[in-house]
């Protein structure tokens, strides 16, 4: 009769079954690693890292030897998502950028990486579309989100302190699956390179947070970085 119980075949629980594992596996393919590189921008890293932390299931920063207390400050946090490693900056994002990579590795992580300098902070909003997108995009072949970029202007003296935003017709490949042999290679814009990435271009946002005072001293770094590298190759 239409509203009688009715007991669950064996079918029907191995059935279930199945498709608990699936679910099981696509979460798993769904974990987000966070991956960020910085040098005493402590500034910029400490209005940000919390806001993350809830999102991701963890944080690996790269510190490239700061001396304004950056390592002190994320270790004092005493978050168990965040690892925090020191390797020296040599003037080589590409070379920094490997290190987070190789710690990765050394984990047999698999699962999916969200990069970022300290100055690009992703939105909550965005960082709560990410792990449903993934689930969407993963099962259609794609391995990597573009994500569009807002280029914001902040305060000289607190980075939290917006004071003119503008969306960027521009999007960048910051967030993708993790293969054992990607590598970046090339300054000072690094390129992804080992298994192919098929790219999906995104409607999420991530914004680049610079001060006018900022934007100068990093274009100058770029500039020298750049140049440098060319004349080493001569």
């Not at 099981?24 to 987000?32: G, H, I, M, P």
């Not at 989100?145 to 607190?158: G, L, M, P």
């Not at 490949?173 to 992804?192: A, Q």
């Not at 934007?215 to 020298?224: G, M, S």
Request: net charge negative.
């Amino acid at each position: 009769n239409i509203g009688m119980y009715q007991p669950e075949t064996e079918f029907n629980i191995i059935e279930k079954q199945k498709e608990q594992k699936e679910k099981d596996s696509l979460q798993q393919k769904q974990k987000l690693v966070y991956c960020m590189m910085g040098t005493d921008r402590l500034f910029e890293i400490k209005p940000y890292i919390e806001t993350v932390l809830p999102y991701i299931d963890k944080f690996i920063f790269i510190d490239g030897g700061s001396e304004d207390g950056t390592v002190k400050y994320l270790k004092s946090l005493g978050n168990e998502k965040l690892e925090v490693f020191v390797y020296q900056w040599q003037d080589r994002f590409s070379g920094q950028r490997n290190n987070y990579l190789t710690k990765l590795k050394e984990e047999n992580y698999d699962g999916w990486v969200i990069i970022s300098d300290s100055d690009e902070h992703y939105p909550v909003e965005s960082l709560k579309q990410l792990r449903e997108l993934i689930s969407q995009i993963e099962p259609k072949g794609y391995s990597g989100i573009q994500v569009q970029v807002i280029d914001v202007t902040v305060d000289d003296d607190d980075f939290s302190k917006v004071i003119d935003s503008n969306k960027n017709n521009y999007w960048k490949s910051l967030v993708f699956k993790y293969y054992s042999d990607l590598r970046y290679e090339g300054e000072p814009h690094e390129t992804l390179i080992g298994t192919p990435i098929r790219w999906f271009k995104s409607d999420i946002v991530y914004e680049h947070r610079r001060s006018k005072l900022h934007i100068w001293k990093r274009a100058t770094e770029n500039w020298f970085i750049s140049n440098s590298n060319r004349y080493s190759e001569r």
